[in-house]
């Protein structure tokens, strides 16, 4: 863990936080390899960089220059304003590890938007470019064409912004801005979409940043930055209207009022932390640019449960939150091996002096990580535990879902010693442990 990193961010109670990868330039989307291999030189997660380059990370976390110069302008490091859009979204093909990536253009004096595919063959370095979706108006300010995921059903899914200028279009069915579109890998339009003949599969969004799905439901979320009120989070279904312009609320699972930057947002459903943060949502909160030091505004990832159908929102925590004294704040955010990865866009020196210092950062729990853990932290033994009947369990223990202790290790929680029934526990039993009051003392180990 980097030095006194534990004054740059906080992160939640039995989490830790690392710097992985630093002296990036903008880095905006990452996304990792569906099946990595344990090849030290092969491709793990690829980074966009805001203007125009591709970094792929191997195994080993070495950085190589994937693709440079997508870019056929030059941009202007204003922030807010025409600096703030380049290359932004990014997805790996599961079958042949290539890379679908979006971006604008300029061509002839126009913006546009565009959707490319580039092959790579050792997945280090681009061999190839072929255009999927291009000629659609775009500006240099954001509401550009965003995040790009692979569905359940082997479909592209594109995030298309509104442009800004006219926000109705969101509203015409003959234009493509303001939606999200379904494609087949080659762009042609599948004959099973709402209307068959029009790549839209829903319409009303403003500027829609993230987007990923849930296993659960079989469902795709996306994220919409509001105006100056309702950034929100909805579940796309087909043939739906989300209402904007009229509308930031409309059929929307989350909104809030103040708006902070919503940029990405990701499911913890592979395993990567605890059982009990099975099928959270983790979103990204970026809030504004340059901004130095904490704010009320964004600089922070926070966590939400959702109802098993994905109509409400259950609870809602903050999981980390910048507060050191710089213009860092998280944008890009996936969950990877061993925990959720996310990119820092401007780093901890100062965006507007053009330096290369953004980063890349892991969260994993610290339950997983640390020593030779006798007893797993399962799902079967934190059910068998007794620790809630324990005379020394308290308020707090009980207010953050705290048992299972021999696994888990200590509480954070203040605590009185006032008996234990370990003894007694099964799960004690099962696994010949021999300790006491493990609330107090840690983590059982060999």
Not at 74 to 97: A, D, M, Q, R
Not at 355 to 381: M, W
Not at 414 to 420: M, N, P, Q, S, Y
Not at 436 to 444: I, L, P, V
Request: glycine share 10%.
């Amino acid at each position: 863990m980097d030095e006194n990193i534990e004054k740059i961010w906080w992160v939640f109670p039995r989490f830790k936080i690392e710097r992985l990868i630093t002296g990036l330039e903008l880095p905006v989307n990452l996304a990792f390899v569906p099946e990595p291999t344990d090849n030290p030189s092969d491709p793990l997660l690829y980074v966009t960089e805001l203007y125009g380059k591709i970094k792929a990370i191997t195994n080993d976390w070495k950085v190589h220059n994937y693709a440079e110069s997508l870019l056929n302008y030059e941009p202007n490091y204003e922030f807010p304003g025409t600096g703030e859009s380049g290359l932004t979204g990014i997805c790996v093909e599961p079958k042949s590890g290539d890379l679908f990536v979006s971006m604008i253009y300029e061509d002839g004096g126009d913006v546009k938007n565009k959707l490319v595919r580039l092959k790579s063959k050792d997945g280090s370095k681009m061999d190839s470019m072929e255009i999927i979706l291009e000629d659609i108006p775009s500006i240099k300010a954001a509401h550009q064409i965003q995040a790009i995921t692979i569905g359940f059903d082997g479909k592209l899914y594109v995030n298309l912004g509104e442009g800004m200028i006219n926000p109705k279009v969101a509203q015409d069915d003959s234009d493509l801005r303001g939606k999200v579109l379904r494609m087949n890998l080659d762009g042609s339009i599948p004959e099973d979409n709402p209307d068959p003949d029009s790549s839209v599969f829903a319409k009303g969004f403003r500027n829609p940043f993230g987007a990923r799905w849930r296993k659960s439901d079989k469902s795709l979320y996306i994220s919409d930055n509001g105006p100056s009120y309702d950034d929100r989070i909805a579940k796309v279904e087909p043939g739906k209207n989300y209402g904007w312009p009229n509308s930031m609320r409309e059929n929307s699972l989350f909104w809030i009022n103040f708006p902070e930057g919503i940029t990405a947002l990701d499911f913890m459903q592979n395993g990567e932390f605890p059982f009990g943060y099975e099928d959270e949502l983790f979103v990204a909160y970026f809030g504004g640019s340059y901004v130095k030091g904490p704010s009320i505004k964004g600089k922070k990832i926070v966590k939400m449960k959702l109802n098993e159908d994905g109509s409400a929102i259950k609870s809602y925590d903050i999981f980390a939150s910048y507060i050191g004294q710089n213009a860092a704040s998280p944008c890009g955010l996936a969950f990877g091996p061993g925990g959720l990865y996310f990119t820092d866009l401007h780093g901890e020196k100062n965006g507007q002096a053009h330096a290369s210092s953004g980063n890349i950062y892991k969260i994993s729990s610290v339950i997983k990580a640390e020593g030779e853990i006798l007893v797993p932290y399962t799902k079967e033994n934190f059910g068998k535990c007794l620790c809630p009947g324990c005379p020394t369990h308290n308020e707090c223990m009980n207010n953050r879902d705290e048992r299972l202790f021999c696994a888990g290790g200590k509480t954070e929680c203040d605590l009185e010693r006032k008996g234990c029934l370990c003894g007694e526990c099964p799960v004690e039993s099962e696994y010949g442990l021999t300790e006491f009051y493990y609330c107090d003392e840690g983590a059982a180990k060999k």
